[in-house]
């Protein structure tokens, strides 16, 4: 095996073990977008992945939801092998939180409802239920305020903070956010870094794409370095900062930093 193709392997072994990908492949078509994809994330870990655009970091979020198959390998969930389709994977996809950059709320529904659509429907929460955990959910992230508003009165930071509770109310297991702040203007970064930050120091298990390097050096256990679908390097946030060693990813760096 050549030097491009072994992984730098950092803290791996995790002792008790939430996400389980193992050896995942994927194509879309002819183009191999996951090469040989194979890491575990621990409960309570927060992974950070990063790596040049195209880099297959999207697609992993996706298909660690089942929003896109894969080809080969398997990726379990707390012990659960994700299945396909069907109704079970419509529950294991329940215990998944996903924040995208495009916030993704319901447009015409109140941002409590927005809070309280999924929790009612799928937990089967009572109303009053699903709004109290709601406005818990929406004081934790600091838009409580907002509550009766719709989602295009709110800023694009408030907004995705919504989505963040949004995804909270449903009480994953874990939460992937895939370059949350990419589409927010400068000033509202900080204000969904800053209750990212607190989820993570709450224990709840995170796997973020994002570029917000100051973010990865405060709350991550674990970068993940990905280029051309591979993963090339993987290192506590100090060692892959400090001390990369995969070319591409001291080129990336280089660039970034
Ligand atoms: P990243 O998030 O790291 O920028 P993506 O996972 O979005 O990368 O994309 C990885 C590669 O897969 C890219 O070359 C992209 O163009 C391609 N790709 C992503 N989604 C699709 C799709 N639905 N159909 C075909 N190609 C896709
Ligand atoms: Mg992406």
Redesign the pocket.
């Given at each position: 095996m050549d030097a491009k193709n072994t992984p730098v392997r950092g803290t791996g072994g995790a002792a008790d073990p939430l996400v389980v990908i193992d050896h995942v492949d994927k194509h879309?078509?002819d183009?191999h977008?996951l090469k040989d994809i194979d890491t575990t994330v621990a409960r309570g870990e927060v992974v950070v992945v990063i790596?040049p655009?195209?880099?297959?970091?999207?697609?992993?979020c996706r298909a660690i939801n089942r929003l896109e198959t894969i080809d080969s390998g398997t990726i379990s969930i707390d012990g659960k092998v994700l299945p396909s389709e069907g109704r079970e994977l419509a529950t294991l996809r329940a215990d998944v939180g996903m924040v995208f950059q495009s916030f993704n709320l319901f447009a015409h529904k109140t941002v409590l409802e927005n809070v309280t659509l999924a929790p009612m429907k799928v937990r089967k929460l009572s109303k009053k239920a699903a709004e109290t955990r709601g406005m818990a959910l929406l004081e934790r992230v600091g838009v409580a305020d907002q509550a009766k508003k719709l989602p295009a009165q709110l800023s694009g930071g408030q907004q995705q903070r919504v989505a963040i509770a949004r995804s909270l109310a449903m009480e994953p297991k874990l939460i992937l956010l895939d370059e949350p702040t990419s589409a927010l203007d400068p000033e509202m970064i900080n204000e969904v870094l800053d209750v990212m930050v607190g989820l993570a120091k709450d224990g709840m298990t995170m796997i973020v794409?994002t570029h917000e390097m100051g973010f990865a050096r405060k709350a991550a256990d674990r970068v993940i370095f990905?280029a051309d679908g591979r993963i090339e390097e993987e290192a506590a946030p100090e060692q892959f900062f400090g001390a990369p060693r995969s070319p591409r990813a001291k080129d990336f760096l280089s660039k970034i930093l």
């Open positions: 879309f078509g183009l977008v790596g655009s195209g880099s297959g970091k999207s697609t992993l794409v990905m």
